[in-house]
């Protein structure tokens, strides 16, 4: 089976960022993670998280353990935070570029979140010196989903169904990662409303006579 680390940052006296309302980024991040757990119970992947209680764990033992898991990708979730009060976005940061899935992954999940909130997509970016980055032996990412520090932002992150919307964004892409089929997923289509129920019947039975036998009326 696949292996998967999903990493809350922060934690227990690391609050991470802070906004002027008192939302700790780490609070927000673990409840990400726990819609994220739920999403991911029924799918066909072994996922781990580097914590899921409010609790502390540091940048190595966080790394550690997904070594020591031996997991095909890693992703560590934040919530930025700036000096100007006025910016929005989200970012996506990798240590390089050289996994094509992975690249696909992170513009994702920047194009996705950034309509949620209607706010800026910063894009992909690079860096050699975040520590998780660094140090895991798989391809890994760090998503940071706005800037706290931003007064609307922390509104839109006390909000538990935006929450939940980048939950399932984060779950949506992953199963595209690992090319992992959601058949809990279904699909309704409708062909048209009609008042008379004799035309209903007519292109239900047409429905049903080219194939699709599950076609129903309500």
């Known amino acids: 089976m696949k292996k998967l680390v999903i990493d809350l940052g922060h934690g227990g006296y690391d609050p991470g960022a802070v906004g002027k309302g008192g939302t700790k980024e780490s609070d927000v ?6 819609y994220l757990e739920s999403m991911l119970k029924e799918v066909d992947l072994d996922v781990r998280f580097t914590r899921m209680s409010d609790k502390y764990v540091s ?12 997991a095909d990708y890693f992703l560590s979730i934040h919530v930025n935070s700036a000096s100007d009060n006025t910016v929005r976005g989200v970012e996506v940061w990798q240590y390089n570029n050289d996994d094509k899935h992975l690249n696909e992954f992170c513009s994702s999940l920047c194009n996705e979140i950034s309509g949620i909130f209607n706010i800026r997509n910063r894009g992909v970016k690079l860096s050699k010196g975040l520590y998780v980055l660094k140090n895991t032996s798989m391809k890994a990412a760090l998503l940071e989903v706005d800037f706290i520090s ?13 929450l939940k919307s980048i939950a ?3 779950k949506d892409n992953l199963l595209k990662l690992y090319n ?4 809990k997923r279904l699909y309704k289509v409708c062909v048209g409303c009609y008042k008379e129920r004799s035309n ?14 599950d076609a129903y009326m309500i």
């Open 180 to 183: 992992i089929e959601d058949n």
């Open 168 to 170: 399932r964004v984060i």
């Open 59 to 70: 940048l190595g033992d966080r790394v550690e353990f997904a070594n020591n898991f031996g």
């Open 29 to 34: 991040v673990l409840k990400i993670g726990k």
């Open 200 to 213: 209903a019947i007519k292109v239900l039975n047409v429905a049903k006579s080219k194939g699709f036998g």
């Open 150 to 162: 931003n007064n609307f932002c922390e509104k839109d992150l006390n909000n538990d169904d935006n």
